[in-house]
């Protein structure tokens, strides 16, 4: 089985080298923070979560969303994602992995994470994301290899591994409902204290994994010959048009609280992030971009004619991605420390070597992506070759 991972041609070859220069870059970079501390990043003492935690946040969405696929297949024997659910695991894998990187990263000293395991506090939400990450890890990795394998020998997967995949799908939504635990129970903090913001953190998750799945679909069909079908991708669309809707309900409840009610906090970040506070206004290109993307890619996917043409749907789950990425993956994490709870505005830009250490750290989620799908289309050759 591990043969498979290094049978590929020069594109194959290409795209490794890229990620392990991307990934050498990184180390470079995070050699540098090692040495000089958290003060080589654009954090503060009023900003302490800055592009780490961010991508943390928005990559935990990524990873549960493997579920929109496991659950119709295995639950409901939905046969037209026989082919995506492979796919949907695997990137549940190497998205779980980056989230821990990013945890890593973001602690500074590599010693304070085995603190976490060595001396662990059942009192903090933080242990308990990082428990449910791990196991959820540990659940797609043996589901993954036991269904490749499967494969390969073209028998059914072993009985022992369907209590692990019917236990795979809450586990799923749990790992970012604890997430948005870790932000809501912050009392000081008012942008993040709503009860909504789990679930809004599922309702992008659902919209932004599916929309990443079906671009990466549509790429292993085009260069790799492996066709997860018209029906599985069509699906993905209309699940995606769903759950961005709903995301976008969501939203739209939280600017009603904050504006209508007249709440302060909530309403100076919402200030904050759409027209700027004391002539500072960093964050407030990115959330209009973001909105438009958001706004124009979910009216095209409300339109069945458009969202069923590939060439429309790429772009438009592009830009659903995009659009989420802005609001979890930069946006919300920030603006929740903006202004302090004495009301001071304190501004956040990520340095050259934050922005270098997490480019490093996607490039480990891409290179174990690249090798698992490599390895399913090099088992999926044999076995039709067979």
């Known amino acids: 089985m591990i043969q498979n991972f290094f049978r ?30 958290l003060s080589v990043t654009g954090m503060s003492r009023d900003v302490s979560w800055g592009l780490y935690i961010a991508q943390f946040t928005f990559m935990v969405g990524v990873a549960a969303s493997a579920v929109m696929v496991v659950l119709p297949f295995y639950l409901h024997d939905y046969k037209a994602f026989a082919k995506t659910v492979i796919l949907g695991e695997f990137l549940a894998v190497s998205s779980v992995i980056v989230c821990m990187t990013f945890v890593f990263v973001d602690m500074g000293q590599p010693r304070r994470v085995m603190n976490v395991l060595l001396h662990p506090q059942f009192h903090s939400v933080m242990f308990w994301d990082f428990m449910s990450l791990f196991g959820y ?50 009392a000081s903090r008012p942008f993040w204290m709503s009860a909504i913001l789990a679930p809004r953190f599922l309702a992008s998750a659902f919209a932004a994994g599916p929309s990443l799945l079906i671009v990466l679909a549509l790429g292993v069909r085009r260069w790799g010959g492996f066709d997860v079908g018209r029906q599985a991708i069509r699906t993905l669309g209309t699940i995606v048009t769903y759950a961005m809707a709903v995301n976008v309900f969501f939203v739209l409840l939280e600017v009603f609280t904050a504006l209508y009610s007249g709440i302060p906090h909530d309403r100076q970040t919402l200030t904050y992030l759409y027209v700027g506070m004391d002539g500072r206004a960093a964050l407030t290109p990115w959330m ?77 989620g891409a290179l174990v992506l690249t090798m698992l799908y490599k390895l399913v289309l090099n088992v999926r050759e044999k076995t039709q070759l067979a």
């Not at 194959?12 to 501390?37: C, E, K, N, P, S």
């Not at 797609?140 to 036991?146: D, E, F, L, P, T």
């Open 8 to 37: 590929g041609g020069r594109r194959y070859w290409t795209l490794m080298a890229l990620w392990v220069v991307l990934i050498v870059i990184g180390l470079f970079a995070y050699d540098r923070q090692w040495h000089l501390g």
């Open 137 to 186: 890890l540990l659940l797609n990795i043996v589901i993954g290899s036991m269904a490749i394998e499967a494969e390969r020998k073209g028998t059914p997967p072993p009985h022992w591994v369907h209590p692990l995949i019917y236990l795979s799908i809450p586990w799923a939504v749990s790992i970012h409902t604890v997430t948005g635990f870790l932000y809501a129970g912050l």
């Open 288 to 364: 209009w971009a973001g909105d438009i993307l958001a706004v124009v890619s979910l009216v095209g996917l409300l339109v069945p004619r458009i969202r069923h043409q590939e060439r429309w749907l790429v772009p438009l789950c592009a830009g659903v991605f995009a659009s989420l990425w802005i609001d979890k993956g930069l946006a919300l994490v920030v603006a929740g420390f903006i202004p302090s709870p004495l009301e001071v505005v304190t501004q956040y830009a990520p340095t050259a070597t934050e922005i270098a250490i997490s480019v490093g750290v996607y490039a480990v």
